[in-house]
């Protein structure tokens, strides 16, 4: 019955959602007849050829010099852009992220999504969480307002803060002891890549909903060259520089990006004056690549990153649990400063069509320092409004080195074609932290009066040392990968990888030191059919592991939690068209949850014999409708049920996770019409719903269910873009969750206006 049930309330939810992809997928269709031959030339050539097409034009426009026969005349370099790089506007065709291998998306047997930097310009994305807000399968925002610049998220219902961080198909996954992880500046990328479900068969450890690979933007044949300025409300104020250059012979290219942020946000502190809390943030990323063959491409990349906020959106409950519009940090106290790093290489060589090598390097590292006051609950006999505060401070360090080497053959056997990955990772993490809570001298921090708040008080920073802690993470892995293609239609994709970890944790108050020893194996199998139409059903089981720090009742160290996933889908991409249609199914399952030891009657032990299952379907539609006109359309239905647990709450959902989120965007470029004066005009829109979600384990509490609308407008003409956007267009006042006693308020309708030129 309960099975029934579940099934009904599935098929509802898709019959509810259907409207968003009938309505593309028809016009799509039918619009694709007398557009497709036109695109197919410009969207379905290989990289190569668009490269040697422009070459031999050039070269029959231009009458070649004279040589001497002594003269030795050395083979031209030209510069080819990556398969995968291949973007049509909201579209890109090719991922390397599930793979590591140059794939079309349509043959890979999983959930990958593609937001493209026509995407992040047309929508003005402000911050890394704002990407992904029209991609399913990902919940962002579930504590609100973020100015800090932390990236919480969710895939398919699992964190994916930390674990779900990667940065061009390496790690950037490491996390500190507390506030301590990698965050991206979004002007700097190129790309995104989603690919949900589990993945550490080619990517080592990582929680079960998936991973998120930012690209970022590198040398090309093609040098950008623009400077852009932004002006928002909050008196956001940012200029940005992207600009390259290549030599004659195109062997030598060099990129710049750089953006500088001085921001006020919606963080307003009642009575204050009118204060708020503040942003500011420095980038500046510069690459270069050399191809001193024309089988070699290296290319060297390096950032730096500083960001500077104040506190985020965190509200007070009142005593009853009501909501309340008071901040518990103060604008003069809570400061949250982070300084980061990375320098990484990346090389690539051909030694013929057969054997590809290539070797991924970054180090990575971050210094922090953070402050803030916490709610210790309301004086309900002196003062029933007002709430004790705590205060905490923290110096934290955290590095990162990871190494990727692997071989890449194309090898036919008869009728069956092979592409085999033969590979080896080394990822290390290293942190630090010391952390601070309340004073030597016994100063207790003022509390906050919910009905006649102070701020801008005198609080000293904490200097009362509670812990102070190293820890060290050592995984090496070694993985094989073979997609086999069978008659052009058949593609078989098999994977495994083993991997040993070792982890060191320091106590350097106590004088105690822990370690670890883990050693796990993964593995991946897909099977997809390619029809002549452009329909592609898959089928695929994937796993993935994630380490875990502590011990169990007998002093044993936790086994990493487990994720095994089963995924049935199609994707559709209509022959010569500017189109991707995908479906998935899924059953996802993580073992080894930790939950409460029966048997341990402090309350503090734990054991693994908790387990976590989501399940659902998911549906996206990218697609250009007409000529011009541009469609982002997303459907998400997950059932997140905690299925084993000592802790009193299985059978209930995690907290944070809704059950439903549906998305749309719309973008019509008015030129497109054939008038004159609208050419380089364009608008968009969009339209966001997340369903309701639970405030505590028990599924007691529940914030209700929100719709956001976005805008756009834009001139898009010669040298200058101009683009205004708005996000959550009606400002529309609402809570993304309630939790740990705060009110998590959500993102105040934000308009930012755009200024590029290109030149």
Excluded at 409 to 414: Q, R
């Amino acid at each position: 019955m309960d099975i029934l049930i579940q099934h009904n309330r599935l098929i509802l939810n898709l019959k509810r959602s259907v409207f968003v992809f009938v309505l593309p997928l028809t016009v799509g269709a039918l619009a694709s007849d007398g557009h497709a031959q036109s695109q197919q030339q410009a969207i379905d050539r290989p990289a190569e050829a668009k490269t040697q097409q422009n070459k031999t034009s050039s070269e029959e426009n231009h009458t070649a010099p004279s040589v001497s026969p002594n003269t030795t005349v050395l083979p031209p370099v030209t510069v080819e852009a990556k398969a995968s790089e291949e973007v049509a506007g909201y579209v890109a065709k090719r991922s390397s992220t599930a793979t590591k291998t140059d794939t079309p998306i349509l043959e890979i047997p999983q959930s990958v999504s593609v937001v493209t930097r026509r995407e992040l310009d047309m929508r003005s994305v402000q911050n890394f969480t704002e990407a992904l807000r029209y991609v399913p399968g990902v919940t962002v925002d579930q504590f609100g307002f973020e100015g800090r610049g932390f990236e919480y998220l969710l895939m398919r219902g699992f964190n994916g803060l930390t674990t779900a961080n990667f940065r061009d198909g390496l790690s950037n996954a490491a996390q500190g002891l507390f506030f301590g992880s990698f965050i991206t500046d979004t002007y700097g990328l190129e790309r995104v890549d989603v690919l949900r479900g589990p993945s550490s068969v080619l990517f080592g450890r990582g929680d079960a909903g998936g991973i998120v690979n930012r690209v970022t933007k590198r040398p090309n044949a093609n040098p950008a060259r623009e400077i852009q300025f932004q002006y928002g409300n909050f008196d956001r104020k940012r200029i940005a520089a992207d600009v390259g250059a290549v030599s004659k012979d195109g062997s030598l290219m060099f990129r710049l990006v750089t953006s500088a942020l001085d921001s006020d946000t919606q963080v307003k502190f009642p009575g204050a004056g009118g204060d708020r809390a503040e942003n500011r943030r420095f980038y500046i990323a510069p690459s270069v690549t050399w191809r001193p063959t024309v089988d070699t491409t290296i290319t060297l990349m390096g950032d730096v990153l500083n960001n500077r906020s104040g506190a985020s959106a965190f509200l007070l409950t009142a005593p009853d649990g009501g909501f309340t519009n008071i901040q518990q940090g103060d604008p003069k106290f809570s400061r949250y400063a982070t300084n980061q790093s990375s320098f990484s290489y990346q090389i690539e060589h051909h030694f013929n069509d057969i054997l590809t090598a290539r070797q991924n390097f970054r180090y990575a590292q971050q210094s922090g320092q953070f402050r803030d006051l916490f709610s210790l609950g309301y004086n309900t006999i002196d003062q029933p409004s007002l709430a004790d505060r705590g205060t905490y401070a923290t110096k934290e360090r955290l590095s990162q080195i990871v190494l990727d080497t692997h071989l890449q053959a194309k090898v036919n056997t008869g009728p069956i074609n092979h592409t085999v990955l033969l590979g080896a990772d080394w990822n290390q993490t290293n942190a630090s932290m010391r952390y601070f809570e309340g004073y030597v001298n016994g100063f207790t921090p003022p509390g906050i009066d919910i009905l006649n708040p102070v701020y801008s008080q005198s609080i000293p920073t904490p200097d009362l040392l509670l812990t102070h802690a190293k820890q060290k993470i050592d995984q090496l892995g070694f993985y094989l990968q073979d997609q086999i293609r069978y008659d052009q239609n058949w593609i078989l994709t098999l994977s495994g990888r083993y991997d040993r970890i070792h982890s060191k944790d320091n106590d350097l108050l106590s004088v105690t030191t822990t370690r670890g020893k883990d050693s796990v194996f993964a593995g991946r199998a897909g099977l997809t059919y390619l029809f002549s139409n452009g329909i592609a059903p898959y089928v695929s089981y994937s796993q993935s592991f994630l380490p875990q720090a502590g011990f169990d009742s007998n002093n044993r160290a936790f086994d990493p939690t487990r994720g095994s996933q089963y995924e049935v889908g199609i994707k559709y991409q209509p022959v010569g068209g500017n189109s991707l249609y995908t479906m998935a199914l899924f059953d996802l399952t993580k073992t080894n949850v930790l939950t409460r030891d029966p048997n341990d009657e402090s309350g503090f032990r734990f054991v693994q014999t908790g387990e976590v299952g989501s399940r659902g379907a998911e549906l996206e539609a990218r697609t250009e409708l007409l000529h011009g006109l541009n469609f982002i359309g997303a459907f998400t239905y997950h059932e997140v049920t905690v299925t084993k647990s000592n802790d009193g709450n299985e059978g209930r959902m995690p907290v944070q996770t809704p059950t439903t989120m549906t998305s749309a965007w719309l973008d019509y470029s008015l030129g497109s019409t054939g008038i004159n004066w609208l050419q380089g005009v364009g608008i968009g829109g969009g339209v966001r719903y997340v369903g309701r979600v639970f405030n505590d384990e028990e599924n007691t509490n529940s914030t209700p269910a929100f719709t956001l609308f976005d805008a756009t407008l834009r001139y898009d003409r010669g040298p200058v873009l101009f683009t205004l956007n708005a996000s959550n267009l009606f400002n529309n006042h609402y809570l993304s969750s309630t939790f740990f006693g705060r009110n998590y308020l959500g993102t105040e309708r934000t308009v930012i206006g755009s200024m590029t030129f290109r030149f």
